[in-house]
């Protein structure tokens, strides 16, 4: 099967990163801020952060920046959106950067996003999804803020998203998804929540998305995909049951992945890489304790080194 192409998957995440008139950067330009947490925090992951010029990321991310709402916007001038603001905070931090935010305007931003039930809206136009509470709750915990928000609130609407078959959906009656329960568990995770999931029912509903080439679906019927190998697994580690699937064979299908040509990981053997598959790639093998990789903390989404800094640095 062979190992993982650490040199090429950076040489890669680096080329993406320098090729900003292709096609595909073109399409992708508003989330801009959410590309740059993925390829940045590869690297990291990679052991090898240092192959870009810090300096020029953090202005370009403080350039996104906007100071009328306090939020952060995908590229220059474009809307704020809580996805990007935690993408930008996070960066922020993998630099160890975050002293230069102002981080009462941030978390206000965020703040005004909770509605009355508890849930939060990703924007100011108002759509609600589990997802964006796990932006905000996991932005405001990195901003030592969560006391700005109602966490009890924001507890009790992640709940009511949650389903019989243990599993969690967008909004309260959605189908469960892999995703989305990676953002409840988290969220929950931070929260200090974790007993309102029924460990034993979501763990088996989770380890029942092995599919026989050893990789991860994001829910019953439908095909594997590399970014499951991040989304159920996280939630796996969180709620203590990644014992429940046979980690060999996820390791092969996610290494099966590589381009071992020109760098980069795909959703599924024989397909074109792309930097997001690349990040949940390497975040799935760090899970499982890859040689040669850092650990990622399951809930922040974060190298271990990264969050013990946040939490446990000196004044
Ligand atoms: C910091 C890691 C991190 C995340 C930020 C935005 C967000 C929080 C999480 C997104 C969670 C989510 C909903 C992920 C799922 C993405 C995905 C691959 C959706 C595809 O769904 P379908 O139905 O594909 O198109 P399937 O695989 O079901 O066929
Ligand atoms: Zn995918």
Known sequence: MGDLEVHKHVQYII??????ESFEALVMEHLRMNGAYWGLTTLDLLQNITAVDQEEVISWVMSCWDQDSGGFTGTVGHDPHVHYTLSAVQILA????????DKDKVSSYIARLQNEDGSFSGDIWGEIDTRFSYCAICCLSILHCLDKINVEKAVNYIVSCKNLDGGFGCTAGGESHAGQIFCCVGALSIAGALHHVDRDLLGWWLCERQCKDGGLNGRPEKLADVCYSWWVLS?????DRVHWIDKTKLAMYILSCQDRENGGISDRPDNAVDVFHTYFGVAGLSLMEYPGLKSIDPAFALPVDVVNRIFFKKP
């Open 235 to 239: 939630s796996l580690v969180m709620i």
């Open 94 to 101: 993998l630099f160890d950067r975050l002293d230069i935010l």
């Open 15 to 20: 080329s993406v990163e320098k090729k900003k």
